[in-house]
């Protein structure tokens, strides 16, 4: 085996520390001691954090200084031997890294402890130790880099022979593969358990259940046990061995692809974010099987030593990130969101004339609607409530008055990017296909034009709508919508001297984050088969009868996204100010239909001398970029979520934004009407 290259001698400093270290070891130390005394040693090894090829060479002058001195190799021979009779580390190779709750939110908690509260060295756990003494990301570069030479010399240096019954009955076993051995009895147990477990064995597919890989997985350990502890001692044969680990692995990957048959019953049936959690952790636990295995198989199983010890430390990181959590948790059901989305988000783009007419009709339908909702927002204001209050009724008001909205067929216009990005993403599931891209682009233009469609419809009725009310309300009552003070006030706010721009980003934020609820609520609807409780439930068909039953299942079904998006996108818009403005952040909303309404409604108040004052036109001006802003923001957010939940890297994003400028460079007009040949 090639030899490290040659290192400069350490520094005199750095020597002398080693040498001080190796004088305070002691074996007659408390637990406590010994465990800081090692966790001091890998303060060493690592140095300032900066170089793993540093790390390394201090490991080799570790292993020069114990070696040159019987006597410090003895001590330390005696240091490990009681180290390891007083820890456990099973637990250490068979758990480290994975959660010690089988559900997320108990995890999740159970991370937040380890951020905020301290760990105590004081610890039987080698998991607890293990976690002190590698603490940092640079352990799993500078284990995984340490050469065969360094890791022949530390086995001879720290190898021990197994305690116990079994080292009684295997002379021949060491501390290390009785470890190993013990390691994969728990991951077995652990893994059986998993697939017993009623949420997922009565989520596998018929024909993994009726297989039943999990129910002789412990036998074909033992066999796998007994042949190696048999050649082990001289009584096996290596035929016999290669036979019970190839049919140990088999059973190993039988048990992971039943396990994987639930993500055919998830996506079809809604994702359960504890299930895919619990799914996750026995598919590692299968991977640290075959890691176990590698160490206990090969000669010498010093290299896959290093790997697994890198390995552990590396997850150590993981096991205390929060955003590692919920990225491996969340990441199906960010998929089957944006997937839900995208069902939906279909429905809002137009592709021929007579869609885009379509649109139209609808839109105005929406800015019809919206002019009646303009009027009850100014009802609402006008009673004087506390501002939590006018919150409220206010979010209630938008939120029936978006239903009603969506149960005619109307169109919201800034409701639509949201949920047709997801749609749009989808046309990228396979971007090796050359033609992904060109019908990726194309509905590009498809959206933006069906964008101006909708915003167009909405504001062109909205605004003669409100003021045809106002109209109505003077000859009514004696008095338009508003006041003139009230009017001033609406200049004011919609101005684009003012914040306004800020308030319409904030406003796509809100817009993408009811698409996100929708999604969520329909695959909550979907996961807990609701539409098929309404469509069977005994109860339910006793009181609606089945026929009506039936109606109602395939009506919720149908509406429960849009039910869930209106609804949450009304009271956000009614309550948040609010509660911004309780908490001194001062944040409103800007909406373009609604504000296009106001504006209409203080035309209205101050009649034709208006069009003379300076106020109204800059907030004429501001009504586009309200519009732009609504439809950009909430578009852009709810893109990357479907982009990442189909995977597309840097590179595919830096391709998606040169394809979509060619198209505007070479034909600007097909993102405004649609082309005569589409129609």
């Not at 004081?122 to 880099?145: I, K, Q």
């Not at 491996?328 to 059901?333: A, D, E, G, I, K």
């Not at 909702?373 to 009802?379: P, S």
């Not at 009514?476 to 001297?497: C, H, K, N």
Request: net charge neutral; aromatic share 8%; glycine share 6%.
């Amino acid at each position: 085996m090639t030899q490290p290259p040659a290192r400069p001698a350490p520094p005199p400093a750095e020597q002398q520390a080693l040498l001080y270290l190796l004088d305070t070891m002691d074996a007659d130390a408390s637990q406590v001691q010994r465990h800081l005394w090692l966790i001091r040693l890998m303060d060493w090894i690592r140095g300032d954090g900066s170089s793993a090829d540093a790390a390394v060479a201090r490991v080799g002058q570790l292993i020069t200084a114990v070696e040159a001195d019987p006597a410090t190799t003895i001590r330390l021979q005696v240091w490990w031997r009681t180290l390891l009779d007083t820890v456990d580390g099973t637990t250490l190779l068979s758990d480290y890294g994975f959660a010690s709750r089988n559900a997320f939110v108990s995890e999740l908690v159970e991370r937040l402890h380890y951020k905020l509260l301290p760990v105590s060295p004081e610890t039987t756990d080698a998991s607890d130790l293990f976690a002190l003494v590698m603490p940092s990301a640079l352990d799993a570069a500078w284990l995984a880099a340490l050469p065969g030479t360094y890791l022949e010399r530390l086995a001879e240096l720290l190898s021990a022979p197994a305690s116990g019954m079994q080292g009684a009955a295997h002379p021949k076993l060491t501390y290390w593969q009785n470890t190993l051995l013990e390691a994969m009895t728990f991951c077995t147990s652990q893994i059986r358990a998993a697939g017993f477990s009623p949420e997922i064995r009565l989520r596998m597919s018929v024909r993994a259940r009726d297989a039943s890989p999990f129910h002789t997985l412990a036998s074909d350990f033992d066999t796998l046990r007994d042949a190696w502890l048999a050649q082990l001692d001289g009584s096996g044969s290596g035929a016999d061995l290669a036979q019970a680990v190839n049919h140990f692995r088999t059973r190993l990957d039988a048990c992971r692809n039943a396990a994987s048959t639930v993500y055919t019953h998830l996506d079809a049936h809604g994702i359960s974010v504890d299930l895919v959690f619990r799914l996750r952790q026995l598919r590692e636990r299968v991977m640290r099987i075959r890691a176990l295995l590698d160490c206990l198989l090969v000669d010498p199983p010093h290299v896959h030593t290093a790997l697994l010890m890198s390995h552990l430390a590396s997850v150590g990181q993981d096991q205390r990130s929060l955003r590692a959590l919920f990225s491996n948790s969340t990441s199906l059901l960010a998929a089957k969101v944006a997937e839900r989305s995208s069902e939906v988000g279909e429905h809002y783009i137009t592709r021929t004339r007579s869609e885009y007419r379509g649109m139209l009709r609808s839109a105005a339908g929406g800015g019809a609607l919206t002019a009646l909702t303009t009027g009850l927002k100014f009802a609402i204001m006008a009673v004087g409530l506390t501002a939590f209050w006018n919150g409220f009724w206010s979010g209630l008001m938008y939120a029936a008055s978006f239903v009603l909205i969506q149960l005619l067929h109307c169109t919201l216009a800034t409701k639509q990017p949201a949920m047709t990005a997801p749609a749009m993403a989808a046309k990228l599931r396979d971007f090796s296909d050359a033609g992904a891209m060109h019908a990726f682009v194309d509905e590009v233009t498809h959206l933006v034009r069906s964008q101006v469609a909708a915003v167009l419809g909405n504001v062109v009725v909205v605004f003669p709508a409100v003021l045809l009310i106002s109209g109505a309300m003077q000859l009514a009552i004696g008095r338009p919508m508003i006041s003139a003070e009230a009017a001033a006030y609406v200049f004011q706010s919609l101005t684009l001297l003012g914040p306004c721009l800020l308030f319409a980003a904030f406003t796509g934020v809100l817009l993408f984050a009811s698409s996100i609820l929708a999604g969520w609520v329909e695959n909550w609807f979907v996961l807990h088969r609701l539409d098929s409780a309404l469509r069977y439930n005994p109860h339910i068909t006793r009181r609606l009868g089945v026929e009506r039953a039936d109606r109602w299942a395939l009506f919720m079904r149908q509406h429960i996204s849009g039910f869930a998006s209106n609804i949450s996108l009304g009271f956000m818009l009614g309550l948040f100010p609010a509660i911004f403005g309780f908490l001194g952040l001062g944040l409103d909303v800007r909406h373009v239909t609604l504000s296009t309404g106001q504006l209409a409604a203080a035309c209205a108040a101050l009649g034709w001398d208006v069009v003379r004052n300076p106020a109204l036109w800059w907030a004429v001006a501001s009504i586009p970029f309200i519009g732009a802003l609504n439809l950009s923001v909430s578009f852009y957010l709810a893109f990357r979520v479907a982009l990442q939940a189909h995977s597309v890297t840097g590179l595919g994003r830096v391709r998606i934004r040169r394809a979509v400028l060619e198209r505007l460079r070479s034909e600007p007009m097909s993102f405004l009407r649609p082309a005569r040949e589409e129609g």
